[in-house]
């Protein structure tokens, strides 16, 4: 088993930063990926960021240029740096780990980011 440990979350005016941290733990091997979702309320979880073990990113257009994805390979842990944060950024995100691109991985339980305007 996979266990994800999210924190960092909080409330932040509009155009102000977050960092959000994921610490993985357990059976952690042949990882594909890690990654942030969120899911605001009445809408579909939806992908914010990602990056594979090989380094390679891949961001939600909404995100672009304000959002950065990194990742400790020591320290099992993934990042997501916010900048210019917008209200509509508001929502509960989740921090994902796959072991492939086919399957839907192991999910964390969840921190709150509320941006006010």
């Known amino acids: 088993q996979v266990q994800l440990v999210e924190s960092g979350g909080g409330l932040v005016q509009a155009r102000g930063s977050l960092r959000l941290s994921c610490a993985a733990s357990?059976?952690?091997?042949?990882?594909?990926?890690m990654g942030w979702y969120r899911q605001a309320p009445g809408k579909q979880r939806e992908l914010v960021a990602r990056?594979?073990?090989?380094?390679?990113?891949n961001y939600a257009d909404s995100v672009k240029g304000r959002f950065t994805i990194s990742r400790d390979n020591a320290k099992n842990t993934v990042y997501l740096q916010m900048n210019s944060l917008k209200p509509e950024d508001t929502a509960v995100y989740y921090c994902?780990?796959?072991?492939?691109?086919?399957?839907?991985?192991?999910w964390g339980q969840g921190t709150q980011v509320t941006v006010s305007s």
């Open positions: 994902n780990l796959r072991r492939s691109p086919f399957t839907p991985g192991y």
């Open positions: 357990g059976s952690i091997f042949s990882i594909n990926a």
């Open positions: 990056i594979t073990t090989d380094g390679t990113t």
